[in-house]
């Protein structure tokens, strides 16, 4: 298959608006410079070409831009889809994104917020291409970590933030201290 090398650059560059998007719509691969718009785009033909399902593995370290890849080509397929009522389908499936990140995200030696899940999303389309709905799956890769922190680590993040709500009351039975510094 295709494979694309992406490089986080830790800031906004403008090659992913929707001039962009139009730009690599309809193109063949290799015509244009790499690029996120590139795979996704040979994704959607494919689909519509041979009426199958097509896959984009986003993989990478903590911090590489994994979920913004993903955001952009979701990006992409509501727009050339032309998907109108689905045009932000991105920020639909990452909705939850928050709790997903407080439950499966934790403080690394190499990172304050590395995810320590993985993300399976799934775009569903109609026969005419476009965008009728999407699921998102996550499982952990470090059931371990919840009773065990390598040191200079930590507990997932809502460990902490349940301990900064052991007062209120909902939260009382669970018997948790007040600070995290009880379990660091």
């Known amino acids: 298959g295709i494979i694309l090398v992406a490089i986080n650059p830790y800031k906004q560059l403008p090659i992913y608006g929707d001039a962009i998007i139009h730009a690599y719509s309809g193109q063949n691969m290799g015509d244009m410079d790499p690029h996120i718009f590139a795979v996704a785009e040979e994704a959607y033909k494919q689909m519509a070409r041979n009426n199958k399902n097509q896959s984009i593995i986003v993989s990478g370290e903590s911090g590489a831009g994994k979920t913004v890849s993903a955001r952009y080509t979701m990006r992409y397929f509501a727009t050339v889809s032309k998907s109108s009522s689905n045009a932000h389908v991105e920020d639909k499936v990452l909705a939850s994104n928050p709790i997903t990140e407080a439950v499966g995200n934790a403080k690394t030696t190499r990172n304050d917020n590395s ?16 965008i009728i709905g999407a699921n ?12 065990f922190q390598v040191e200079n680590e930590r507990n997932y993040h809502i460990f902490y933030q349940l301990c900064a709500s052991a007062m209120q009351p909902e939260y009382e039975h669970l018997k948790l201290g007040r600070s995290q510094e009880n379990y660091l």
């Open 115 to 130: 995810s320590r899940f993985g993300k399976y999303t799934e775009i569903s389309f109609d026969r005419s291409y476009q």
């Open 136 to 147: 998102m799956r996550t499982y952990l890769l470090e059931k371990s970590r919840v009773v």
